[in-house]
């Protein structure tokens, strides 16, 4: 199984882009990448994911290297509500649609 | 659509009690997850059901058992509770779409063992 690498904390500036790196050097050709965040005490919530090419949804962009080792999720305008611990996972192969959530980067958003 | 939803919100159980934690999804989706997180940590999965009559086990099986009741349903018991089984316990579903792991969580089930 691919295994992802974080740092366990950052801080943004309110308004500033937030750019949350991750490493899996060890991903799979057909394996994707799924980035989740964790606001205090709620469950978990989806934000974006890719396989190759960068993605851009409502929340966030997603930015993949071409040999996929890394990536980053970036968040245009951060806010306050953005603090969060953000939890980058990769699809675990031949056991079902399942996720391992490793520590993940605390994000502070400060004003 | 309420989503995913859990009951109860908060328990406390006397180490040896047995309990149902009870899960529901209107998504219609196939799949459903139990998962357990212990104070500064990360999820890790109980157990899962890939669809409606089936369940299999996840990282963390011991001490619990499930029940997919139908496709709405997904229950996870404790038979005899263990303060190593104070945690806050999140449920998730998702649909089974190729690679499509988008999963939506409840806001927890958070228990303490005493």
């Known amino acids: 199984d691919a295994k992802t690498t974080q740092p366990p904390s950052m801080d943004c500036a309110e308004g500033r882009a937030a750019n949350l790196p991750c490493n899996h050097s060890t991903i799979s050709g057909n394996e994707y990448v799924y980035w989740y965040r964790q606001i205090h005490s709620q469950g978990p919530q989806y934000i974006i994911h890719g396989l190759k090419n960068n993605e851009t949804n409502e929340m966030a962009s997603l930015i993949i290297t071409e040999d996929r080792k890394s990536s980053t999720l970036i968040l245009p305008h951060a806010t306050l509500r953005d603090t969060a611990v953000y939890y980058c996972i990769v699809r675990v192969e031949g056991t079902g649609n399942k996720l391992v959530f490793g520590a993940g980067t605390i994000l502070r958003v400060k004003s | 659509n309420a989503g995913v939803t859990q009951t109860p919100k908060f328990q406390v159980l006397k180490t040896g009690q047995s309990m149902t934690l009870q899960c529901a999804q209107d998504m219609n989706h196939n799949s459903m997850y139990w998962y357990r997180q212990d104070p500064g940590m990360g999820l890790r999965l109980i157990y899962y059901s890939a669809s409606e009559g089936t369940t299999d086990k996840g990282e963390v099986p011991n001490g619990y058992n499930v029940s997919r009741l139908n496709k709405r349903e997904f229950s996870l018991r404790l038979e005899s509770a263990a303060p190593s089984q104070t945690s806050v316990y999140f449920c998730?579903?998702?649909?089974?779409?190729?690679?499509?792991?988008?999963?939506?969580f409840g806001p927890g089930t958070r228990l303490t063992v005493t």
């Open positions: 998730a579903s998702s649909e089974v779409l190729a690679q499509d792991l988008e999963q939506y």
